[in-house]
């Protein structure tokens, strides 16, 4: 078992989905990940009590820490008052406005309870990214790599493999962390696509996995049924016979490119 790291006094709050990262070998696998990314910023997302930003700041680059606990950020300014390339941002990472620049190096542990739409931010709103290392629940980060025709994949699994090339970096068991958790956890790494989606396709994807994705076991012509007529399905290469899970993530694409185009209604203005 990898040592673990010596953290300083911070008490978790189970209401902020606070679990802190005490594995050292997992604490060098993200770092030495976010900083062999060229980015000329880094961006970490609930530090708490700063493990990760004390090691990612020994690499000189400007580093903006986002923490929405009060207590946290408390310690961080105390912590690191002499270190002039960090600046912290007390907040929610959910909806708070990040930094103007970039590209960054985006990195965290990330808090359970808000991973998936911080996750859904930094993938939908433009921010400019390099490269992302974050921590999720395993659950979360198997549906991010999930596979068609299986249970994890998903409108999450579309957006993130368009978007990026995805690898989990490290497993880790609820020891690695205080306090532990009842779940396991997973690092996964994001290196950006060049033949991403726009933004405006990522928005109007998403629009069309939920509504494909809303009854699993049912086709999407049932899904759709009142709003799309089955030809419109078909021309846009979706067999309206065929369930979701069984599409793959270039078909989405494709797929949803087409309707834009012939179908906007179907997009909310």
């Known amino acids: 078992m990898s040592e673990s790291a010596q953290l300083p006094r911070l008490r978790a709050k189970k209401r902020l989905g606070q679990n802190f990262l005490m594995n050292e070998g997992a604490i060098a696998t ?4 976010a900083l062999g990314s060229p980015a000329p ?9 700063g493990v990760l930003t004390e ?12 923490d929405l606990d009060p207590e946290a950020c408390a310690l961080l300014r105390q912590r690191f008052a002499a270190v002039a390339q960090f600046h912290l941002l007390e ?16 990195v965290g542990n990330l808090p359970y309870n808000a991973a998936t739409p911080i996750l859904a931010r930094l993938l939908t709103e433009g921010i400019p990214w390099d490269r992302m290392v974050l921590m999720f629940q ?12 299986t249970k994890a994949y998903g409108p999450l699994s579309v957006l993130a493999q368009l978007c990026a090339r995805l690898t989990r970096l490290v497993k880790l068991g609820p ?20 033949e991403a989606p726009s933004l405006a396709e990522r928005k109007a994807l998403l629009t069309v996995l939920h509504r494909s994705f809303a009854h699993r076991r049912k086709t999407l012509a049932n899904n759709w049924q009142g709003s799309l007529a089955a030809e419109a399905l078909s ?6 016979a065929l369930r979701a899970e069984v599409i793959t993530p270039p078909v989405w694409l494709s797929a949803t490119r087409h309707l834009l185009i012939q179908h906007p209604e179907v997009f909310p203005s």
């Open 55 to 66: 090691r990612l700041l020994t690499d000189g680059r400007p580093l903006w820490a986002v």
């Open 235 to 240: 021309s846009a290469g979706l067999a309206p």
């Open 175 to 194: 020891g690695s962390f205080r306090p532990a958790p009842k779940v396991e956890s997973a690092v996964v790494q994001f290196e950006p696509r060049a």
């Open 138 to 149: 395993l659950e979360v980060a198997q549906k991010l790599m999930g596979e068609p025709g």
């Open 41 to 49: 910023r880094l961006l970490e997302i609930g530090p708490g009590p």
């Open 30 to 33: 993200i770092v030495n990940s």
């Open 91 to 106: 907040g929610d990472a959910v909806r708070m406005p990040f930094p103007e620049g970039g590209p960054w190096s985006v």
